[in-house]
């Protein structure tokens, strides 16, 4: 009988040859070594299966599936055909370094978690950041404004990244992987951690250490908002539609006003919890800032571990 391997790592993939074999490499250089790959190609224009077989990794199992511009279409046929307790997921342009699917299993022993991610080094162009605050330095001033991010937000909060999580399979299966509404393209990961949060409180930790090398193009869509689709207020508002009536337990207007009155008005997020508007009107006013706000409430929900 197969031994079925403990973790699936699962890459989605598009044009992207060169640096799809340098994520992994950094993947199949893991001192974890109990897994197997499963890498999904948006059926680019070179020749996919033929280049991961020069590869010479048997744990690498490579599929191509149209996904219409849909990302979470192959990350869900990813995560159908994944046989692990654990399911990692990888950009196909990021790095990870040696240590860190050890680190996280070693963090799943505490069964009150199912998702463990990780601290992220910044690269653009061979080149290292220091961190987000940075990295929100060098971008456009629409972008820093409308977003209303300070170095001390960034130092303070702390985000978990695809490329940085473990998850269990059992979670990822039960709540039906990621949305595949095409208005969510691009805040589907968002909506993912928002359910999983909701079936479980505080079950998500990001581990304090930089283990992912997480490549950054100005021109990605994780670093500019679409502006001639649905805007990333609406896409953010979206999420939470979807999962409505799970929220209302936790009341989000009466605790953003507790919120705002612990915090006071010199705090970093006075320019939008100091609004006195309804998340309707934020919504319907772009006002970013007031959903980063509820953000950020449920995003305390993550436990981190600095280390």
């Avoid at 595949?180 to 998500?204: A, H, P, Q, T």
């Avoid at 689709?229 to 799970?246: G, I, P, Q, R, T």
């Avoid at 936790?250 to 006003?257: G, M, N, R």
């Amino acid at each position: 009988m197969t031994k079925l391997p403990t973790i699936s790592i699962i890459v989605t993939t598009y044009q992207r040859e060169q640096l799809l074999k340098e994520t992994l490499i950094s993947i199949l250089n893991q001192t974890y070594t109990d897994f197997e790959l499963i890498v999904v190609d948006n059926h680019s224009d070179y020749n996919f299966l033929e280049s991961i077989d020069s590869i010479g990794d048997d744990r690498i199992k490579p599929f191509q599936n149209q996904n219409n511009g849909v990302i979470a279409v192959n990350r869900n046929y990813g995560i159908q055909r994944a046989k692990g307790q654990y399911i990692a997921f990888c950009d196909d342009d990021d790095l990870w370094h040696p240590d860190k699917l050890k680190l996280q299993v070693d963090a799943m022993q505490d069964s009150s978690l199912n998702v463990v991610g990780c601290e992220l080094n910044l690269m653009s162009n061979k080149k290292s950041f220091n961190g987000y605050a940075n990295v929100i330095r060098g971008m456009s001033k629409a972008f820093a404004d409308e977003i209303i991010l300070t170095e001390e937000y960034i130092k303070q909060e702390k985000d978990i990244a695809l490329s940085s999580a473990l998850v269990r399979r059992e979670v990822a299966v039960r709540l039906n992987g990621f949305d595949e509404d095409k208005n969510l393209v691009g805040n589907e990961d968002y909506e993912f951690w928002l359910r999983i949060l909701l079936d479980k409180d505080k079950s998500i930790r990001v581990l304090g250490q930089k283990l992912v090398d997480y490549r950054v193009h100005i021109s990605g869509y994780s670093n500019t908002f679409n502006t001639n689709d649905m805007s990333y207020v609406n896409k953010m508002k979206l999420a939470f539609d979807k999962n409505n009536e799970a929220l209302k337990k936790y009341d989000i207007e009466s605790q953003l006003e507790q919120l705002k009155r612990k915090r006071g008005r010199g705090s970093v997020k006075r320019a939008y919890l100091g609004n006195e508007i309804t998340l309707s009107e934020a919504v319907r006013n772009h006002n970013v800032g007031y959903i980063t706000a509820i953000d950020w409430m449920l995003r305390k929900r993550i436990k981190s571990v600095l280390n």
